[in-house]
């Protein structure tokens, strides 16, 4: 029988602003509800940014983050993730800064620099509610998402050695997964870890099938099948396609508002517990079950909701 499916829930994201969906969570009050509802439909893990309350920026404080991590904890007992990817142009010491704080059992890891285009969006896009939008989104252009063998040696040093903290490693194209088989190489990185396979950023790996399936083969081929759990993200319209297939291949799966704001062609989600439920019923009607938090926890060997800092 197939391993029950570990759903991760992406409930607000640094990428899209405001004024493109209602229904983004901003508030520390949005994010939290919007964390509940999701594990309450069935999502195991929920990863975490944070956004400035009164303009929905991406916020790295960690002020901030604990205005709903203590929320989230008392309400569910879904893994908490937070986010190291933080903001497009912060540092890495702010993009780690609530982690360290916090010290949660997950955080994300992105295993590699790259061109990071988020600027397409304009074309769709023409007004904006705050002024940072259009000024981020046209910023892409010219932009790399910075994560060198220094900074990501840091994190795993810093947070994961430190804390205890596992990582969710996103991999947005093949030599990414290379990278991680040298920190595997190092001893810097333990199994089971757990790869994140992202598709379809501009900059990254396409969002076509075979690039997904030759990914999972190299990961097998780099790691062995039995030393890690392997999960896919796609952005935009390919988010159900893509979650549904890497259940389908005996994979793991993420959604949320991070990857896309909509629940259909042309319709937009009106909460992340929507996206949760719609794959989650895909998902049973495939014939598999969908993973409780403490069976993810055991799975991903994190330390447990009790060793945590909020």
């Not at 069935?42 to 991590?69: C, M, N, V, Y």
């Not at 000024?135 to 994961?160: K, Q, S, V, Y």
């Not at 997964?177 to 990185?189: H, P, T």
């Amino acid at each position: 029988m197939p391993k029950p499916v570990i759903i991760t829930c992406a409930v607000t994201g640094g990428i899209h602003t405001p004024s493109m969906s209602p229904h983004l969570p901003v508030t520390p009050s949005e994010i939290a509800t919007a964390s509940i509802e999701a594990a309450e439909a069935g999502a195991s893990i929920i990863h975490l940014h944070a956004r400035d309350p009164k303009t929905g920026k991406p916020d790295h404080k960690p002020e901030t983050f604990k205005q709903f991590l203590q929320i989230i904890k008392q309400s569910s007992d879904a893994v908490v993730n937070i986010s190291t990817g933080g903001g497009l142009g912060m540092t890495i010491d702010e993009r780690l800064k609530a982690a360290i704080s916090a010290s949660p059992e997950m955080a994300s890891l992105n295993m590699g620099s790259m061109n990071f285009g988020i600027f397409p969006m304009l074309e769709k896009y023409t007004e904006f509610k705050h002024d940072w939008e259009k000024p981020f989104l046209e910023m892409t252009r010219d932009f790399i998402f910075p994560n060198t063998f220094a900074t990501i040696e840091h994190a795993l040093i810093n947070l994961g050695e430190k804390h205890n903290t596992r990582f969710e490693f996103e991999c947005y194209d093949l030599g990414h997964l290379y990278n991680v088989k040298y920190f595997v190489d190092k001893g810097l990185i333990k199994p089971p870890f757990f790869i994140q396979m992202v598709m379809g950023i501009l900059g990254g790996a396409g969002a076509d099938l075979e690039n997904l399936i030759h990914m999972h083969k190299i990961a097998d081929r780099l790691f062995g099948s039995e030393n890690y759990e392997w999960s896919v993200l796609a952005a935009g319209r390919h988010q159900m396609p893509f979650a549904t297939q890497s259940a389908m291949l005996g994979g793991n799966l993420r959604v949320g508002l991070e990857d896309s704001l909509y629940i259909g062609k042309g319709e937009l989600a009106k909460s992340n517990a929507e996206q949760v439920e719609r794959i989650r019923t895909i998902i049973e009607n495939l014939g598999h079950t969908v993973a409780t938090p403490d069976e993810a926890r055991e799975r991903l060997n994190l330390k447990g909701r009790d060793r945590v800092a909020f």
